[in-house]
């Protein structure tokens, strides 16, 4: 089955992604998909995966929280991605033993 919604949260410092992470791990039902990376020049990002509404929320939630602590460079959410944004999301695709073999 393919992914749902995507949001990603962009913060120019670690400490301000974690608390946006935290909250919105805590106000919707969304899964964290892979650690979180640096991108450089002190700027951290992270991923989540679930239903559209629920990411929807979780992303607005996070970067309200992320806010209080640090600047928040981007938040957005990707309404039922094409299955190919995995071959640029690494995080998003499946071990070799989940996939499905038609």
Excluded: C, F, W
Excluded at 39 to 67: F, K, M, P, Q, Y
């Amino acid at each position: 089955m393919a992914t749902q919604a995507i949001g990603i949260l962009e913060t120019k410092g670690l400490v301000a992604l974690v608390q946006g992470t935290d909250a919105m791990l805590k106000s919707a039902n969304v899964e964290l998909t892979g650690p979180m990376k640096g991108v450089g020049s002190a700027l951290v990002s992270v991923l989540i995966t679930g239903d559209v509404a629920a990411v929807n929320a979780a992303i607005e939630t996070g970067a309200e929280t992320a806010g209080r602590y640090g600047e928040v460079v981007s938040a957005h959410t990707i309404a039922r991605p094409h299955d190919d944004v995995a071959t640029v999301v690494p995080a998003l695709s499946k071990p070799a033993s989940k996939r499905s073999t038609k």
